[in-house]
């Protein structure tokens, strides 16, 4: 799991296809974890938790972490999604707001969502939950304080576009500032 790691480690964010198709066969040998986004700016994609499940059966050297995007979808959708991935090996999930799309809602609060699936973590197989850092201090802090682990985004040295970098908010030094983009 990443939240295990007391190193930073680079990740690559992927869309999955519009379509099914095998192209995270190409994520073989050229990365070793993947962040999984969630039809992002509201363009319909195959599912992240799908896609995702295909990344841990087909290509075991990638460990992908799941974007939860609370946008336009409830708890009971978000939990059933989760309990699906965690039946097909994945183990990892961050949960987000979600871009601003105007026609679309934001149905579940994210804070509640960590919550609701901090008390999952009880009864299911172990799985990591975090949410994003922002570049706003009261917004780590709160974050922190409460042991959720969290993704920062920064500059990726030896790769060019961006990627994330995920740590423990436990065992981090509380003095480490996020870099941005």
Known sequence: ???ASRDWTEIVEVN???????SHLLLEGAWSHVLVTDNVFGKIRVSPYAYSARI???VSSVHPTVVVSTRDRNL???ESEVRGALGNGVDSFLVVVGDTVPQVDH??????VVEHLRDLQNRTPQFEVGMPTRFQRWQYRRRSESGRSSLSPGRCSTRSPPAAEWRNSRSAPKTRRSTSW
Not at 16 to 22: I, K, Q, R
Not at 107 to 112: I, R
């Open 1 to 3: 799991m990443l939240s």
């Open 16 to 22: 999955p296809p519009g379509l099914p198709d095998m």
């Open 56 to 58: 841990t059966h087909d």
């Open 76 to 78: 009971l959708a978000i």
């Open 107 to 112: 149905f579940a609060d994210h804070y509640e």
